[in-house]
């Protein structure tokens, strides 16, 4: 069994940061963790990845530039960095455990969710 136990979200104004966490209890090798998003009314959409032992990484088109994603392999957490925060990146954040490589970027690759977190940009 793998458990994602996520935290970070809140309140914050445009051109702000935000750090999330998710520390992964469980399978840890051949893993990518990958974060989620959902606005309301919209689809689940990729924002970021990485390998929980590898380099490798993927970032959505959307939050290249903006968004970092790193890991702390001694507390099995990965977290998303958050800078130069849009209203339009208002939504709850979910993050996730796959198993499948090249860094996937499709929610059907991921099998275990964390419970969601929101994060809310003000204008």
């Known amino acids: 069994q793998v458990q994602l136990v996520q935290s970070g979200g809140g309140l914050v104004q445009a051109g702000g940061s935000l750090r999330l966490s998710c520390t992964v209890s469980?399978?840890?090798?051949?893993?990518?963790i990958g974060w989620f998003r959902q606005a309301p009314g919209k689809e689940r959409e990729f924002v970021a990845t990485?390998?929980?032992?590898?380099?490798?990484?993927a970032y959505a088109d959307s939050v290249k530039g903006r968004f970092t994603i790193s890991r702390d392999n001694a507390k099995n957490t990965v977290y998303l960095q958050m800078n130069s925060l849009k209203p339009e990146d208002t939504a709850v954040y979910y993050c996730?455990?796959?198993?499948?490589?090249?860094?996937?970027?499709?929610?059907?690759?991921?099998?275990?969710w964390g419970q969601g977190t929101q994060v809310t940009v003000s204008s």
């Open positions: 996730a455990a796959g198993y499948k490589g090249p860094p996937p970027t499709q929610i059907k690759a991921y099998d275990y």
């Open positions: 469980g399978r840890t090798f051949n893993t990518y």
């Open positions: 990485i390998h929980m032992s590898g380099t490798s990484t």
